[in-house]
């Protein structure tokens, strides 16, 4: 099932929600948000982020007709509820902070008024979380955003909050080189020239970038503000 299918599952089920769930308290984010905004690759599953965690549970299948209806099985914990509405196509309700300055635009999307991710944030998230457990379809959509000049600046400017996940990131990397091809069979990426396992390089210098700005800032802050 194609992301817009899954979405549009979603934003129904959101909607019958509103109520106790309006959509300033959420936002669509993750690999399909990011398909929405690039049409770089295609994607299955579809990412609810909420802050507070008293409106997780509004989206359980033990609770939610709507959603014990359509589920063929769910994991459900204390932060992420995942429902299976397909053998290959989910529904992701995660609770996660927003991580950027300006962490969505509010757009109309299939005829809802939502709160989408920008794609620093997206890739920020990535990034953050994923640090240990990178996968291809995450390398193909950070260097999608590093591709986009002005997305690729905003990423820069929060690279603070995952600049201590470098390290951990570059050897995740030298793993998914042994991994690429195998994987990269499985997802239909719609741009070819993010096919390649080059494509590594170029999150690799921009990590090591990452690494250069933060001793930098590291410098000044041991400075002090006088000197």
Known sequence: MKWESVLKIALKVLERQREHVPFTEWTWGGGSALAYRYGHRDSEDVDIFFWNAQLLPFFSPRVNSDLEEIALRYNEMSHFIKVWI????????????????????????????????TPW?????????????????DVVDVVAVLRHREDRERLLKSSDVFAGKVEEIGKRLTYLEKEWDRAVERLTIFDESLKGVSILGELRDFLFEVAGRRKRLDRRKRRGPYL
């Open 86 to 117: 397909g053998e290959d196509s989910q529904i992701d309700f995660i609770l996660a902070p927003s991580l950027t300055k300006e962490p969505f635009t509010i757009e109309e999307v299939m005829g809802y008024r939502i709160q989408v991710e």
């Open 121 to 137: 944030e997206i890739a920020t998230k990535k990034l953050l979380y994923r640090s240990y457990d990178l996968k291809v379809r």
